[in-house]
């Protein structure tokens, strides 16, 4: 298994702001494109920096996988939609080999209380 957490910004007014910016409903209400791809990239930047503090080597896994997310936040749990497809992209590589259905067989989003986004991947078993 490979973990790693993505961090909130560490005040909650910043952990809102984060999630207000990064939730699907932004999206829903017409983000420009432009704000979109800056979003991608930054999310990008994160995962690839939490990766490298868990000090997870780049090989991607041979095996299919499932990916599970954890949240603590405030977000309804289908309006981290826009995370979770920028974090699986960011493993690309990395973690996984492809984020298309041969390679990651099941994504699963839920909360804790660690005040972090953890990202469990798993190989799944036959």
Known sequence: MVAFELNYP????????FCKRYGLNAYYAGKH??????DAEELHA???????????????AKVPVRI?????DGLDCSN???????VEDAMKGWVIKDDSRKYVR???????QENCIRVLVEEERA
């Open 10 to 17: 560490p005040t909650k007014r910043g952990k809102a702001a």
């Open 33 to 38: 494109w432009g704000a979109r791809k800056r």
């Open 46 to 60: 994160l995962t690839w920096a939490a990766m490298k503090r868990a000090k997870i080597k780049k090989a991607p």
């Open 68 to 72: 599970t997310f954890l949240f603590d």
């Open 80 to 86: 981290h939609a826009i995370i979770v497809k920028a």
């Open 106 to 112: 099941s994504i699963t989003m839920m909360f804790h």
